[in-house]
């Protein structure tokens, strides 16, 4: 099964909270245990407006993290 990840699972990912961001990853970890990931292409452009974040680092995260851009 293929879980289609929204921009603000990713955001909580990225927060500082570790509660948030641990909880985040947990639910990435099973999905990711259960098939792929992927986001939709306006995803990855609304992670483009949060700052710091820019195409390249985009692009390494989404490499590192086996999530795909449908």
């Given at each position: 099964?293929?879980?289609?990840?929204?921009?603000?699972?990713?955001?909580?990912?990225?927060?500082?909270?570790?509660?948030?961001?641990?909880?985040?990853?947990?639910?990435?970890?099973?999905?990711?245990?259960?098939?792929?990931?992927?986001?939709?292409?306006?995803?990855?452009?609304?992670?483009?407006?949060?700052?710091?974040?820019?195409?390249?680092?985009?692009?390494?995260?989404?490499?590192?993290?086996?999530?795909?851009?449908d």
């Open positions: 099964m293929i879980t289609a990840i929204d921009t603000n699972v990713i955001g909580a990912l990225w927060d500082q909270d570790a509660r948030l961001s641990q909880a985040a990853q947990s639910a990435l970890d099973a999905a990711l245990g259960r098939g792929g990931l992927i986001i939709a292409a306006p995803v990855f452009s609304e992670l483009l407006a949060c700052p710091g974040r820019d195409e390249s680092f985009l692009d390494s995260f989404l490499g590192d993290t086996a999530i795909t851009v």
